[in-house]
């Protein structure tokens, strides 16, 4: 029989509208304003005493929240108004002082019941939700100073594996390396082996009346190398960052030659971003000076536990922190918080390497901070913000070799287990391959993001208003039939995004827009074929069951170049350019559903398993809506 759904596909239908309907609903929930309260190190308690504290300070201020919840991590206050929540802030944050972050934040309102099903709101962007906007730059010159370090150490052991003689291998400001010896024959014998083992070194050899040196750069394309590995190092370092420390959505990307875009929505506290972002640190392994050693090669660094206290260790590196595959905080015997380490293949290899001839002697674990500050100077008669790098190093552990060590050990001396725990993590996600300083920041506040998410509804409002009353007038119950669907083409865009954790961005709403029409016009195409076929002489039935048909091949075929070019913009664009493909995907794929199979099983429950003399398909306006037949034109 024509235009009926056996039950099956009745059933699966509305399966997927309902599923559709229940992820969508959460969306219906607003977030509410909050103040969310967090240590301000990983080692500070969040506990009943901390919410005591905090409520007591908003009562004495004559403020209450609306809801407080405690976790392990956090204390949430959740408040009725913006203006509540602003001034909750500032009251909660003098009341608990520096050792607690008082960031702004929103928090969901999901009914436990959905959430339990895994359904949740749609997460919005920067410019949607509100949050910190970070325009980060890498130090490129530091980076190839950093690797340069590295080549000392390397060209030392070379040398000394070989058995030729120098005084001394000094990283110079200029970024070039100068190796002194005793004798021109030593100096070429080094340039061979060196040039043999180093194709990225450029070299020529000086002499005066001191000795003999050899001036050792990098090549174009290996400063270029190591440029771009710092940078993309730095990208992956700040994603995993991120997601370790459970900012949700982030986006990180690069940002022309040395420069990274960090936005975390939802976060509303640049000094609380900042401190996920501007860990900064590392790790060093050095050897404990000998006694008598030359002050040239040696450094003196304080402990990061006790400043007063010294220790005089060799220039030389062992490895770094970009030798840590893993890293995990623990207890030793004693109960005092250690990190077992776990090294890569050639960081296990050089560490022990350099442990089996120093059985006996201590290694430290120096702790490096790269830091700025900001210092105004008056240049060409006008005050200009200059920022000064500098490097913090200190000790945080002296402990002596008992064996060598191989790709698996542990570092001790911690200053408590939130230290350890802090060292661990970043660690963990990874170094930064070179320091990164803040260039810009920007703070989006939820007003304005309230005032897109407005803006963007009602054009969505508007457009909808507009299709709705055009296939009313158009295509008659048809019309209606189309209307619905595109309603439920609504609901499951919104139902998709929730499922997949897809982000809405001001562009998104955009690409929902254009979805809206085009969600329409492949009901278009098929109620114009229905009515060329009545025009043609087909009963009504065998009308509705052609025009069906025969304009699927042009739908599909209209909906997939679309798609097609959808999916090129997310692999090729950045930023509102993927927002902007990312709802447009989705609506397509639903659109096709709603258009092709809800509206026909809506035309089925109406017009199907009867016989019907003519259907209403006709503009409203028309004075003669009577089915013409082949006879009559």
């Known amino acids: 029989m024509l235009n009926r759904y056996p039950l099956w596909k009745s059933l699966l239908i509305l399966l997927a509208l309902t599923l559709g309907g229940l992820y969508a609903l959460p969306n219906l929930y607003p977030d509410d304003l909050a103040v969310q309260v967090s240590g301000a190190s990983s080692a500070t308690p969040i506990d009943d005493r901390v919410m005591v504290r905090a409520d007591k300070a908003l009562a004495d201020a004559g403020l209450a929240s609306k809801a407080t919840e405690l976790s392990d991590k956090s204390l949430l206050l959740r408040f009725d108004d913006a203006d509540t929540q602003l001034?909750?802030?500032?009251?909660?944050?003098?009341?608990?002082?520096?050792?607690?972050?008082?960031?702004?934040?929103?928090?969901?309102?999901?009914?436990?019941?959905?959430?339990?099903?895994?359904?949740?709101?749609?997460?919005?962007?920067?410019?949607?939700?509100?949050?910190?906007?970070?325009?980060?730059?890498?130090?490129?010159?530091?980076?190839?100073?950093?690797?340069?370090?590295?080549?000392?150490?390397?060209?030392?052991?070379?040398?000394?594996?070989?058995?030729?003689?120098?005084?001394?291998?000094?990283?110079?400001?200029?970024?070039?390396?100068?190796?002194?010896?005793?004798?021109?024959?030593?100096?070429?014998?080094?340039?061979?082996?060196?040039?043999?083992?180093?194709?990225?070194?450029?070299?020529?050899?000086?002499?005066?009346?001191?000795?003999?040196?050899?001036?050792?750069?990098?090549?174009?394309?290996?400063?270029?190398?190591?440029?771009?590995?710092?940078?993309?190092?730095?990208?992956?370092?700040?994603?995993?960052?991120?997601?370790?420390?459970?900012?949700?959505?982030?986006?990180?990307?690069?940002?022309?030659?040395?420069?990274?875009?960090?936005?975390?929505?939802?976060?509303?506290?640049?000094?609380?971003?900042?401190?996920?972002?501007?860990?900064t640190a590392n790790l060093e392994f050095r050897l404990e000076a000998k006694a008598g050693a030359a002050s040239f090669s040696t450094e003196t660094y304080n402990f990061r536990a006790n400043p007063s206290r010294t220790a005089v260790l060799e220039k030389d590196i062992i490895i770094t922190g970009n030798s840590v595959s893993n890293a995990q905080s623990n207890f030793d015997e004693n109960g005092m918080p250690q990190v077992n380490i776990d090294l890569d293949a050639q960081g296990g290899k050089l560490m022990n390497r350099i442990t089996r001839n120093a059985v006996k002697r201590r290694m430290a674990v120096v702790f490096v901070e790269h830091k700025s500050r900001q210092k105004v100077e008056e240049i060409d008669g006008e005050l200009v913000s200059v920022r000064q790098p500098y490097v913090e190093k200190s000790v945080i552990s002296l402990a002596t070799i008992q064996t060598a060590l191989g790709n698996s050990f542990r570092i001790t001396g911690l200053d408590g287990a939130g230290e350890a725990s802090e060292l661990a993590l970043l660690l963990r996600a990874g170094s930064l391959a070179a320091p990164i300083y803040f260039v810009e920041e920007r703070t989006v506040g939820p007003s304005l993001g309230q005032q897109n998410i407005d803006l963007g509804v009602t054009s969505v409002q508007i457009g909808l208003a507009l299709v709705v009353i055009f296939m009313l007038a158009f295509y008659s119950m048809f019309g209606i039939i189309a209307n619905i669907a595109l309603a439920f083409n609504l609901m499951l865009v919104l139902a998709v995004m929730s499922l997949l954790g897809a982000t809405l961005t001001l562009p998104g709403i955009a690409g929902i827009v254009l979805t809206v029409g085009m969600a329409v016009d492949a009901n278009v195409l098929i109620f114009s074929r229905i009515k060329e076929e009545l025009r043609n002489g087909l009963p009504p039935q065998s009308a509705i069951h052609a025009g069906y048909e025969r304009a699927f091949t042009t739908i599909f075929d209209a909906n997939i170049t679309t798609l097609l070019v959808a999916v090129i913009l997310y692999g090729v664009g950045t930023g509102p350019v993927k927002g902007f493909a990312v709802t447009l995907s989705i609506g397509i794929i639903t659109s096709m559903f709603t258009a092709i199979m809800v509206s026909r099983a809506m035309v089925n429950g109406v017009y199907g398993g009867r016989r019907i003399d003519d259907i209403k398909i006709w503009p409203l306006w028309g004075t003669d809506r009577k089915v013409p037949t082949t006879k009559e034109q």
């Open 87 to 279: 001034r909750a802030k500032a009251i909660v944050a003098d009341a608990l002082g520096d050792d607690y972050v008082a960031a702004l934040n929103l928090a969901p309102t999901t009914p436990d019941w959905l959430t339990n099903m895994g359904a949740g709101p749609m997460k919005l962007g920067l410019d949607l939700r509100g949050g910190v906007h970070f325009l980060l730059e890498v130090d490129m010159v530091q980076a190839v100073a950093q690797r340069l370090d590295v080549y000392v150490s390397e060209i030392k052991s070379i040398l000394r594996a070989e058995k030729l003689r120098y005084r001394s291998v000094v990283h110079e400001d200029d970024g070039s390396l100068r190796i002194k010896f005793t004798s021109a024959e030593v100096r070429d014998e080094a340039r061979s082996e060196l040039k043999s083992s180093y194709s990225e070194f450029l070299m020529n050899a000086e002499e005066d009346a001191e000795g003999f040196y050899l001036n050792v750069t990098l090549n174009d394309a290996s400063v270029r190398e190591i440029e771009d590995y710092a940078v993309n190092q730095n990208l992956t370092t700040l994603r995993n960052r991120v997601n370790e420390l459970g900012v949700a959505e982030p986006l990180v990307q690069r940002q022309g030659r040395n420069r990274i875009v960090v936005q975390l929505p939802g976060i509303q506290d640049t000094a609380a971003a900042k401190r996920v972002l501007g860990a």
